[in-house]
């Protein structure tokens, strides 16, 4: 089963608006990572977030981290049309062994 | 810097002929490697996962298998295809349990 589960499933915006994209997970976790994949591409890592930390800038992006709620949020502020892509949170889990569990993502499209 | 190279791009194959993707990671030693498989519009699925040479983690069990032959090789095999085989391959690497995943290109599998 998924560790990690996006929401919104699609979200569609007009360019300059805000985008933003949540995730829950069940399990305790080590960290929280967003990466981005273009259509039919290979993920880019975007942000990674430690579990003591509660907020993450990059650039045009933030990453907020609740572990009590076990949710993080992804915001894009000022979209671009370049920003249309698909978007996954993944854990990395504190249970021992190297996985880092994806979710199903969320698919943003922005209208330029 | 570091690189990973993954072949070959697409692949179609029939139902019950073998299968051997690649994957090679330059610019780094003894990298954590993964092999996670992605179906059509939804997340991605760890497969197997190696922390060494000879040392395979699988997460699925199913009709695929893994192997490191070298310490920056990481090979997934089948030796019969099945239809549910189909999708999209990648692999990717780490260097530890705080660090993001880099993705290679991924692999188009579709059998036949």
């Avoid at chain 1, 993080?72 to 504190?94: H, M």
């Avoid at chain 2, 040392?55 to 997934?76: G, H, K, M, W």
Wanted: aromatic share 8%; charged share 15%; hydrophobic share 30%.
């Amino acid at each position: 089963s998924q560790q990690g589960e996006e929401d919104p499933q699609a979200l569609s915006i007009q360019e300059g608006e805000n985008a933003t994209m949540n995730c829950s997970y069940k399990t305790s976790i080590n960290n929280l990572q967003w990466y981005r994949q273009n259509s039919g591409r290979g993920l880019v890592h975007l942000i990674l977030i430690r579990s003591n930390e509660r907020e993450k800038h990059s650039g045009r992006l933030r990453v907020t981290l609740d572990t009590s709620k076990k949710s993080s949020s992804l915001l894009i502020t000022a979209s671009r049309a370049a920003d249309t892509a698909s978007y996954f949170c993944a854990t990395y889990l504190n249970t021992g062994g190297f996985k880092t569990i994806f979710g199903a993502g969320t698919r943003l499209f922005v209208k330029a | 810097s570091q690189t990973i190279h993954q072949w070959p791009a697409t692949l179609v194959q029939p139902v019950g002929s073998p299968l051997s993707l690649e994957c090679t990671v330059e610019g780094t030693s003894n990298p954590n490697l993964y092999w996670y498989r992605q179906a059509a519009g939804r997340g991605l699925q760890l497969l197997f996962y190696s922390v060494g040479i000879g040392q395979i983690s699988s997460e699925v069990p199913q009709n695929l298998s893994a192997s490191r032959p070298q310490d920056r090789q990481f090979i997934l095999s089948s030796k019969k295809l099945l239809l549910s085989d189909s999708g999209f391959y990648l692999c990717a690497w780490n260097e530890g349990p705080n660090s993001p995943l880099h993705f290679g290109n991924g692999t188009r599998l579709t059998v036949t």
